[in-house]
């Protein structure tokens, strides 16, 4: 499932509720640094010189789609959140930075009580920009979805076959907690090999992770959609809540998407 614009939406989250969509990748095909097992998006494909929207074009887009939609009096457009996601890794963008600034400006204007969102899978942590640009925003949702590199690496087979949990721990760390973290849980196979972050020993890493870093909020989820790997099982939602048990108990923020 690939999203055909720049602006998609508004369309509901069963996370972040009326969201307002950003696309900063190619609306042709997938481009991330990861090339998760479970992603909506499919598989990545190889692209030599990727066509991405110009900043101009981004902020164009995003304030004609405001103007248009409808606003309560003396509150703006009746959005929850205008949300980065889409068809691979938003802050791959090089102007990354200076489209959160215009996004930013234009939801003062137009949606003030509107939220700036963005969903990253945390690989690109290591850039200063792209901090920066996070924390302009209200909700950085970053992903880790398993806190071992074997299974990380299962899951998400991220494009630098050298990237670690610890690297990615000690990146989302520089928030000191102040974001969102997000996890899919799953369990199935790919190219013969188990994929299963639902285990004891799984969960003891991940609990372990999660308490290190201590995240204001904490969003697991399971698969909703047709993935690219078709031997893939969807988690049940008793099994979920026993998962978040043991971090609620704790006084941990945890949200449930089952």
Known sequence: MLFNSIIYGPIHSRRLGMSLGIELMPLEHKLCTFNCVYCECG??????HPQLPTRAEVKAALETKLKSLPSR????????????????????HPDFLGIIRDTCALRDKYCPNAQVSVLSNST?????????????????????????????????????ELLTVSTLINMLAQFDGDFTLQTCFLRGEHNGQKIDNTTPEELR???NAVEALHPKQIMIYVIDRK???????????????????????????VSISA
């Open 43 to 48: 598989w990545n494909q190889p692209v030599s």
């Open 73 to 92: 009096e003396g509150q703006g457009v009746d959005l929850s959140t205008i949300t980065f996601s889409g068809n691979g890794e938003p802050t791959l």
């Open 124 to 160: 690109q942590l290591g850039r200063q920009d792209v901090v920066e640009a996070l924390r302009l925003c209200d909700n950085r949702i970053l992903k880790l979805d398993a806190a071992n590199d074997t299974m990380m690496r299962r899951i998400d087979m991220p494009v630098n």
């Open 205 to 207: 890493a991940w609990y």
């Open 227 to 253: 993935t690219p790997e078709e031997h893939l099982e969807k988690i049940s939602r008793e099994e979920m809540e026993r998962i978040a048990a043991p971090l609620i108990a704790k006084g941990f923020n």
